[in-house]
């Protein structure tokens, strides 16, 4: 279960028996008290998915504030934080067969609640000039600079087919050939997920290093027509350390289509509505991601898992394809 998939706000009822503001502890006392089930399941995704649909746009919204002059390196440098405390999660996840799940989730609930107390204790930053208008028209406004923004708008295509084929793909494929053809209990999906994610990390890492791309949004396409070969290839049948390179090749290239989509929205983005532009950047990937996925559940069940790779993989180089011939993003350059 991939908390963030489905931002839902209504799921966030599921915990208000146990503690409202911590799902974790709910889960935990679920998990404990022998009531787990797939509906408990789903409904904590959906709670988790709300939570972070609200606290990712916030932050990365404040970076442009606080970073002036070194906003890609400041991107790059809170995408790689991110990723390595993920990585550390997905390090304990591997010992959930040995410690139990309530152990994990309890110590994942004191993390959130140490984090949620020192956020607490810090200086609040200055509202930003926005010009008055209500919620929806807020929304509407936000979306409308999303889809005439000629910048803007070929990121969250991108976004969305990341989502869809990439994201969709990720996490129904691998759970699957994990456990049909490897066997693989937690610890082999900690392997497959420390991969993915440790490729991630360490290609955000090189990005800080390196000089920010002259033209980002090309580097985004060669890395998505990659990445469809990558994802093509893991309908090879081979050892679990092909599969598990793979995924670590794959997460490279994540790494580099996240940080330079986020770099662009947050150049481009006016002042006023950087955080709504922001926030239908995450929605863009978590909103592709769930029907991808339903997608390739049923692809899976009829054509198998390895098979069912070609379809995300080809939809993909499609979208490539219409970026290249409808919009400037292989030929803008930085701003």
């Known amino acids: 279960m991939r908390s963030p998939t489905v931002p839902i706000p209504a799921a966030c009822c599921i915990a208000t028996t ?13 998990v404990a008290g022998g009531g787990l089930s797939y509906a408990v399941l789903v409904a904590y995704g959906l709670a988790m998915g709300t939570f972070s649909a ?32 993920q990585l550390t999660g997905i390090a304990m996840g591997a010992a959930a067969g040995s410690l139990g799940a309530p152990v994990l989730l309890i110590a994942q609930a004191a993390v959130l609640i140490a984090g949620a107390v020192v956020t607490a204790r810090t200086m609040a930053a200055p509202p930003p000039e926005t010009p008055a208008e209500g919620r929806l028209s807020a929304i509407a406004s936000g979306l ?22 990439f994201v969709g793909s990720f996490v129904v494929v691998v759970p699957l050939v994990a456990r ?30 390196l000089a920010p791309p002259r033209r980002p949004g090309r580097v985004i396409m060669i890395t998505l027509v990659l990445g ?12 679990m350390a092909l ?42 990937i978590t909103g592709g991601a769930p029907l991808g996925a339903v997608v390739m559940g049923y692809l899976s069940g009829l ?21 290249l011939a409808r919009t400037r993003l292989w030929r803008q350059e930085a701003v």
């Open 54 to 85: 609200l606290i990712v746009p916030a932050r990365d919204a404040l970076l442009s504030r606080v970073a002036i002059g070194w906003v890609p390196r400041a991107v790059a440098v809170a995408s790689a934080v991110s990723l390595v405390c």
């Open 180 to 209: 049909d053809d490897y066997a693989a209990g937690s610890a082999g999906l900690a392997l497959f997920n420390g991969c993915f994610f440790g490729g991630t990390v360490t290609s955000i890492l090189a990005q800080i290093r």
């Open 18 to 30: 146990w503690s409202p503001r911590c799902p974790q502890l709910a889960l935990a006392a679920t």
């Open 243 to 284: 599969l598990a390179t793979l995924c670590l090749v794959w997460g490279m290239g994540a790494g580099v289509v996240l940080t330079q989509g986020r770099t662009i929205v947050q150049m481009a983005a006016s002042a006023a509505r950087r955080g709504r532009l922001l926030a239908t950047y995450q929605l863009a």
């Open 303 to 323: 054509a198998g898992p390895r098979r069912a790779v070609f379809w995300p993989a080809a939809a993909m180089l499609l979208v490539v394809g219409f970026l």
């Open 228 to 239: 469809s070969g990558v994802l093509a290839a893991m309908a090879v049948r081979g050892p």
């Open 144 to 165: 409308h600079e999303a889809w005439t923004s000629e910048r803007i708008f070929p990121v969250m295509v991108v976004m969305l087919a990341v989502g869809a084929c």
